[in-house]
């Protein structure tokens, strides 16, 4: 065959029956091999539970629920967690599973391959596993749609008491950081309570309220001071006035009822007078003075009394000198006290003006102060009435209110394999055998290089063709021909048998 010659379905066919016995001999070969393993391959029956996803049974505008995720989520969490080694190595032993030895590890893995999950719709999914045994089958579906349903329930509620736990950790925390800034906020209030803005009005009246008070304090400070110097006036004119006089041969009626200082200063003058023309030893003289002693006398007891009495200053000489006196130290004890209390009043005005003036500038540290403060509050608010819900959802969770998985098709037992399918695989061995034969038939003879026909000859050589010789069949042919034959006779069984050794050592990891 020249390989080099286009590609003719004729030749091709030709040589297809040039090998028709390495043809037959391969699919005989695979066909027995498909036939064999649809044989030996165990029955797997398939038992199937179908769980439904039932929403929960309080309304969600009531309680709403702490888990959010989606439904394919969730399913695939818990089948993680299903699917652990731990929880399938339980199942393992509880039904003895794969009894057949073995690793654990390799047991869990072909426990894995057997668990069929399918997610039919957004609230229903099916469970399916398949076993050599039906009844096996059927309880091992049921039990894992039992820790579905466990698992799906702890889950939730874990969830729940979870949100529940870190809501109220969180409240803690801000409640602690609320009473830090509560005291900082009330110490700020109380350093400066008296320049809040709450205090401006109250400020401003007791201002105006200082103000109105010294405008008549002033008032009357200016009255009194005009009385004053009237007063001082009188007393100058007062003190211009001689005191009293008394001739000789005046009634004493009249100088007994002088005060004792004028009576001393009458005696005195007489005395005077008298020692002029008479001596000491005079009666008159001795009279004046022993009367003058005695006057002196109740001048001083007078002052005694007046000391006892608290009084501080001595007798005035007349009578309305006293007067005037007394009323313009009256005076001046009002003015100094007047004086006083402008002062008071000034001080008070001052003090209470910086504390309107300090008020917006108190305004505006207060808001940074409260700032805080306030954002913290309503945080603490909310996650409060989120601490509310969320127990409410817990206590849902623990009463098994809340979104549940319910089992609407438990798992049956099965009554036919589901696998292997026999007629598809002697089929399929067939197909496959009858397709290698094929395939090795071309190339072998896509190698071979030999002329079959004039035809090969002519597009190997570029001579023209004489004449041709038919095959002739001789003994010595017969006899390779059988000898070939045979070789692929024997040929086919060794390969057969290969292959049902190697089918019977490694089938089982691939079917």
């Not at 009394?305 to 009256?330: H, M, R, T, W, Y």
């Not at 010789?469 to 000898?483: D, K, M, N, Q, S």
Request: hydrophobic letters at 40%; charged letters at 25%; aromatic letters at 6%.
């Amino acid at each position: 065959m020249n390989p080099t010659g286009d590609l003719d379905f004729a030749k091709i066919f030709h040589g297809f029956y040039r090998h028709k016995g390495l043809v037959f001999a391969v699919s005989i070969v695979v066909f027995l091999l498909a036939a064999y393993v649809a044989a030996t391959m165990p029955n797997v029956y398939r038992s199937s539970t179908l769980i439904l996803i039932t929403p929960q049974r309080v309304p969600a505008n009531f309680v709403a629920p702490t888990v959010t995720s989606g439904i394919s989520e969730r399913i695939n969490a818990i089948t993680q967690e299903i699917l652990s080694r731990t929880r399938l190595e339980s199942i393992i032993k509880e039904f003895g599973l794969f009894s057949g030895g073995g690793a654990m590890e390799d047991r869990v893995g072909s426990f894995r391959k057997n668990i069929r999950l399918d997610i039919r719709r957004n609230d229903a999914f099916q469970i399916s596993f398949d076993s050599a045994n039906p009844e096996t089958a059927m309880k091992v579906a049921n039990r894992l749609a039992s820790l579905f349903i466990e698992q799906n329930l702890q889950v939730r509620e874990q969830q729940a008491i979870g949100t529940t736990n870190f809501i109220n950790s969180e409240a803690e925390r801000l409640r602690k950081e609320l009473e830090e800034q509560e005291s900082l906020v009330t110490h700020y209030k109380i350093n400066n309570r008296f320049e809040l803005p709450d205090q401006l009005d109250a400020n401003l009246r007791i201002v105006e309220q200082l103000r109105d008070e010294l405008k008549g304090n002033l008032a009357t400070a200016a009255s009194m001071q005009e009385r004053l110097g009237s007063l001082q006036k009188q007393l100058i004119e007062a003190n211009a006035t001689p005191p009293p006089t008394v001739r000789p041969g005046e009634s004493d009626i009249r100088i007994s009822n002088l005060p004792a200082n004028q009576k001393i200063q009458i005696r005195q003058k007489e005395l005077e007078s008298l020692l002029i023309r008479y001596s000491e030893k005079h009666p008159d003289v001795r009279r004046l003075r022993a009367e003058i002693a005695v006057i002196q006398k109740e001048l001083e007891e007078e002052r005694e009394k007046a000391k006892k009495s608290g009084a501080a200053k001595a007798p005035a000489e007349n009578p309305l000198k006293q007067i005037i006196e007394e009323q313009i130290d009256s005076l001046k004890s009002s003015l100094n006290a007047i004086q006083a209390s402008n002062a008071e009043v000034r001080n008070s005005i001052a003090v209470h003006q910086k504390r309107v003036e300090n008020t917006p500038l108190r305004s505006i540290e207060l808001t940074k102060v409260t700032r805080t403060y306030d954002i913290t509050l309503r945080k603490y608010q909310d996650l409060l009435a989120k601490g509310l819900e969320s127990q409410l959802s817990e206590n849902l969770e623990k009463k098994q209110k809340g979104e549940q998985f319910q089992v609407i098709d438990p798992a049956n037992l099965p009554l036919s394999p589901v696998k292997p399918n026999r007629p598809f695989i002697l089929l399929g061995g067939l197909i496959a055998g009858i397709i290698g034969g094929l395939a090795l038939a071309f190339l072998w003879d896509l190698v071979d290089r030999s002329f079959k026909n004039s035809d090969d000859l002519a597009g190997f050589v570029d001579l023209p063709i004489l004449a041709t010789i038919p095959t002739i069949v001789t003994r010595g042919a017969v006899l390779e021909r059988r000898r070939a034959q045979g070789l692929l006779g024997i040929s086919t069984l060794g390969v057969l048998l290969v292959g049902l050794i190697l089918v019977r050592l490694f089938g089982a990891r691939f079917f």
